[in-house]
């Protein structure tokens, strides 16, 4: 992997990187309004409040995050300056806002939370921890807070009738984007490319990020597909038994800004041309066969914790109109989501011992039909 001279990649705080859009907050304030009403009709349906996106989870796992030696110096910025191995763990998860079968086409994504992570942190915890999060396609339709606050408009007023939300998608002026969702593959969440979408802080330079299935047996899942009469719960049940099975290895990729007018950072819905600028590996993900599906595990991460890549580092922040939108949205989401399911506050663990499962996971008998466990980790310990 050869190196390109750092002057090459534009800095973080040039000129141009970030331009905050006319009307901005207000329009961020606005969507996290209607993500607040979504999520109580959400809790209208299921008497539980749930998150304003990435609701339905599809397993969590622990895991180790690894980074490698003698990166060349563009990419050896960060967290990835030095070499290291740290704990991790990461949820799987569907992306729509409503709950729908998983044999339905929807984005999934994956949240990652690395543990003892030196450096300042945004917020000023005193937490080390790093988060990451990453959706299946490479652009988003939500790529600024007035595109957001205009289909989040559409899906309220259209939360109970989908297709008429479909159709409305289908005549803006950037359609292309906005139906994306709906046409991505149906495959298995271990077998999906993620794409980080949004650009960070990398140091000194901007880098948008990737996590790309590693393994032989990973990649061999690339073309088998959802079928539409495979069970309504069918990524959980698949991933649970895949993890229980196999060694999960991810890449960890890294793709610089070099040219702001062919990768805009304020507009997420322009794919960055990953031929002309391409990903390069930083780091991996290992997981060793593990039960994905622990109820303890899940709904811990369902309910107290939170992923949000504004819990990290100074020297990778997030960047662009979308993630200072996420970043009052996400806030006020979790918020929400304590207050009506009776919790205080969320928890920021600090490391593997505050993840309520076994170190790790125990793998439990699989019943492939009921997608339940045979029997439970108290049984098993005792």
Known sequence: MG???????????????????PGEKEKIWEVSNQFNRMQMMNFNEHH???RGTHLKTQGCVIGKFVVHDKLPPHLAQGMFAKPGTYDCIMRYSSLTPKLIPDNVPQPRGIGIKIFGVEGEKIWGEDKKT???TFNNYPVLELRTPKDTCEISDSLERNWNDIPKFAEELGQRKD???ATMPAKLPKQ?????PQWSQSAYRYGDNVAKLGVFPKSAEQKKLEEELIKDDDPINILSQHT????QNHKVTYSFCAQLLQNLDEQPVDDIGVEWDEKKYPFEEVAHLEFEPQDSWLPEFRVWWDDRITCNSWHGLKVHQPLGSTNRMRRVVYAESRKLRLRVNGFKDYIEPSSLSEVPAPIPAIQLPYNPKAGQKAVTSVEIQA
């Open 3 to 21: 190196s390109i001279g750092q002057d090459k990649y534009i800095r973080w705080d040039a000129e141009g990187v970030e331009v905050e859009q």
């Open 48 to 50: 539980h409040c749930l």
């Open 130 to 132: 790093q988060d990451w």
């Open 175 to 177: 359609a292309e984007v």
């Open 188 to 192: 298995h969440m271990v077998a999906m």
């Open 240 to 243: 649970r038994a895949f993890h």
